[in-house]
């Protein structure tokens, strides 16, 4: 509805934002139609992405084959129970902050209230048993962990290794990340700063970037696996420079690619190079790997 007394005079359009709605409304069907084929659709399908190293691939193909196997399972599930009523919801849950609905379908993890947590079906202990360690430690490396809950596999001694120098080579943080973080007021709480980092390495996204150049909808979880293994291995750097330029002199000690992930972030805390430090961390780093989609209390609780 136009008002009679409104000024219905055109507004100035410039050529420039006309080409980008076009162009980004192009991106959109493009990803819509997701292929140029809807017959040959395949969702996982294994692309092969530039400079792929050897256990990147080994990682892309064994997720590959889990999300098929899970996928036809979903599909099943679907057919066969997709009206079934999983529970009945009352006026207490919802008041309360969904406590107890069950709304939630994950196989990273699992929280039980009597047996406790589990990693793909194993029992934290029976993980921090299996995983692989470093030199001479007890406690399983968080890394391996990722893994794990990546593939659910327990990987090898040489896949663990591997998967780590793979961290190791994508730790470099754009130093306009380390701009905005010391463009904030040193007192501002360390997870704030944590959290604008990591929004700020978002010029930086591969999936973006592919997004952009109108990637098929089949290889979006390649592309966030690329992002997710960036950010995980640029946490520890960015939240060592947090900690130091927080609580420290602001001085980060320099990044050790010889040793495992989250070795080498508690000696960049610079907090002391005593080695049961380092298995601290590595412990509690792979107890905190993964909160079952979102009940981070009880799984703290339960730790």
Not at 161 to 182: C, G, M, N, W
Request: glycine content about 4%; charged content about 25%.
């Amino acid at each position: 509805r136009v008002d009679q007394d409104a000024d219905t005079s055109p507004c100035p359009i410039h050529p420039f934002s006309v080409w980008t709605a076009m162009q980004r409304l192009a991106r959109i069907a493009h990803h819509v139609v997701g292929v140029d084929d809807p017959a040959s659709f395949n969702p996982l399908t294994v692309t092969p992405t530039a400079a792929a190293s050897p256990i990147m691939e080994l990682l892309r193909a064994k997720i590959a084959k889990l999300a098929k196997e899970r996928s036809a399972l979903k599909t099943e599930l679907l057919k066969q129970s997709g009206d079934a009523k999983i529970q009945d919801v009352t006026v207490e849950m919802a008041i309360n902050g969904a406590r107890s609905i069950k709304s939630m379908v994950t196989e990273t993890s699992d929280l039980d209230a009597n047996s406790g947590i589990f990693y793909r079906g194993m029992s934290l202990y029976d993980v921090n048993k299996a995983l692989p360690k470093a030199p001479g430690g007890e406690s399983g490396l968080p890394e391996a962990a990722f893994w794990l809950l990546l593939t659910g596999e327990v990987p090898t001694q040489d896949e663990c290794k591997a998967f780590t120098k793979e961290l190791h080579k994508r730790s470099q943080v754009p130093k306009s990340v380390y701009d905005t973080i010391s463009a904030m007021p040193k007192d501002t709480h360390p997870m704030t700063q944590l959290s604008v980092a990591m929004l700020a390495l978002q010029p930086y996204s591969k999936f973006t970037a592919q997004y952009n150049e109108g990637m098929k909808k089949n290889a979006y979880w390649e592309w966030a696996l690329e992002d997710a293994l960036d950010v995980v291995a640029k946490s520890p750097v960015v939240a060592a420079f947090i900690y130091r330029r927080s609580f420290a002199d602001g001085q980060v000690p320099q990044y050790d690619d010889k040793t495992d992930w989250a070795g080498n972030y508690a000696q960049m805390l610079g907090i002391n190079s005593d080695e049961k430090f380092k298995e601290c961390t590595r412990l509690y780093l792979m107890l905190h790997a993964d909160h079952e989609g979102g009940n981070v209390s009880a799984h703290t609780t339960h730790l």
